[in-house]
């Protein structure tokens, strides 16, 4: 057998680096002796790799002796909460967003602001977007983090350079180039706003699988979590496949295959197989919006007729209940304005408003079992407006999702996501966490 | 750095023997010396690797001096046509087929019965399947040839064990492992039809890569193609994003994002996304059949509604054809019989049957139009019963695409199988010969 190429060894390096941040990210504080365990290397190998990782800013030690350490003390090594963080930023329909995460995935900053992107130019939405990053950055600058990397979230279709929006209906932005509109520093990329919810549930799991079942009140994590409560998870159909072990109150996490559905005023959605964001050929797999659900039904903005969108779209239910969408936007603005109008008229007992959000899921559901059945994921997890919604939409979506996949053999977990509306923003700031995680090389060198 | 474990090298030894087992058979024969080229490693390693593929009877020697070798005479390798081969079987509602395949995806073997094993238990007709497999495999043992494996194609749901039928409707089996009814040797494994037509497909595009693009009449490559004749790529909707170069008159091959549409009975479809078959969360991926097309529409056997195999299934299509589906398999039985006739009468211009075939790929075209949008294939190839129906079905699935992915931005190819209904066998043989390619070393162990 040949010696390993040059590349090989620097594929290696990087690969060890990663490995032992991961053990401390997952595991830590941890002795240079427990990531050699943990990772399989032998404790030499350890020595050098942390040494570099502790250079580069990664991993600070927190000293010898502390207490609590089993066996030898060892100093313990422990993400750098003043080392390098992720910035996320989100560009909503009415609503600009940005955050920064650390190396463990804690929120440090985060600034938002009510803002009427539909239909404005990119120039001037990103022109306010640029002084909400400045914001976040000189904040998180003052607490001694550096800003590693830049990830913008859209609502529409983004192309494979991971700059260009090829289509974002509801902003009305069409083949834009947002890299240079962006900050020059640090670097910048754009994504879908759902395939980066996706991320941020994924994480969810990570951490919370993280500490030991202990039965009433186990931690969520180290994911900060506005907004919404969790809902219970679902078993459908009825059977008990796919049902959390009893005693067990933490969220079971969406699993390596799973659909993350993002309602905002659009509907979207990410798909994640083994473990893996599915992209498509073109970069724009998961548009559940344009899944026809009534075939020879209204016919939709893409040229098609009867899409989900059209029946389980913010405008759709606004209509259905009786309220002009244009009104309803100028009245209650902002990020979640209609929804918790809806909300609140919901829980009054609006008859009209219950019965627009019943269809909207029975529709949802529809689309559901179709992708259900297609792709026979674990976890189906609604995020955006229907995590606020779940209590009038999710009941229509199990019926049809019961209905539609009576097979016993096929089990599928319907759950509301825990981050609510903040999937993809968090998930924006997570995705370049990860990519540090993933090449802590790239750091070290810069 | 610390030295790679026993474990690593292990699976390096695997990966250089597999890594100049495919070299030989992409582009073959070659010299150990192109052979080293082709996978960059030293010409010390590969005489090593070179000699175990040799023992092990993988790859045989042309002898040296052959003519048209260019440079140093070198003793050219090629796959050893006398040696292991892959068994694949196939389970229909009517028939029963078993094929053997070489190294080099050649069917060495191939034997097929009409057989009804609509709601037959299945022991008779696992003993049946046994008698064809013994004829095959004396067959390509009198050809020096050795059965490494058997995989058998079922239309239905496979579990995890790729053992048990979870459930084949149009069989009536359900909850059946065919483990201790298949043959003690070879190692078998069971699989479903529509996923190992898929494999058939993505392995006529390798070997349809591999000769240069001379213009008139390129081979299609090595693997035989029993039935239909290919039909014309058509770029949807008129743009002309994915079509293949002018003057390239060779398949371009399904890509590593697609869907394969496999029609009989019922319809199941398997997707390939960067190269990878998606099982989902329990292996039932691929349930195309299912794909509510008609949400309020006529009751399916699966308890929903208005599922796709209710409008576009071979007894939806004959019952719209104004013929009786229990008479139709009396007088028109075996695999293809049906299809035939059908093909038949619409040739004829019988307006009922073509009538019944607009409709069916109308409602295939609707699941497939929510499967794109979802999915963001680069093709879509429709496969068994649909490649012999092509000409009066496609049209409609065309039309009903064209319609719902009027987005420019969103381009799909539409193709007809080239191997027909050929593809579920074809494919399960060839998922063995993958598997020696895959780990050569097991050969070269046992």
Redesign the interface.
Known sequence: ??A??PRT?QA??QR?LSLALRAVAAGGPLSRAAVAARI???R??VA?VVDELLRAGLLVELGPGRPGTVGRPGSALALNDRGPCGLGAEIGVDHLAVCAVDLSGRVRARVAADAANRHHPPGPVLARLAGLIEEVVAEVRGEGLTPTGLTVAVPG?IARDESTV??APNLGWQGVDLGPLLPAAPPARVGNEANLGALAEQRLEGTAAEPPVTGEDGEPGTVDQPGTAEQPATALPAGDGGSPAPGDRRSPGP???FLFVSAEIGIG?A?V??GEL??????????????????QGRPCA????GCLEQYAGEEAVLRASGIDPARARAEHPGPGGRIAMLAARAAEGDALVRTALREAGGALG??L???V??????TVVLGGALAGLGPWVVPAVERELG?????P???VRLTVSALGAEGPLLGAALSEVDAVMEAPGAVAAG
Not at 373 to 378: G, H, Q, Y
């Open positions: 057998m040949s390993p190429s060894q290696l390096r060890n399989g290397m032998t030499a190998g050098a279709l090829v289509r699993g390596r295959n959605a798909v197989m083994d599915l992209r498509g050929a073109h970069g724009f797999a998961g548009e559940l919006g344009h899944v026809p659900v009534r075939p893409c040229g098609g007729r529809i689309a079992a179709g992708a059945n297609l792709l026979d994921p674990e209905r539609r996949l009576a097979d053999a096929r089990t």
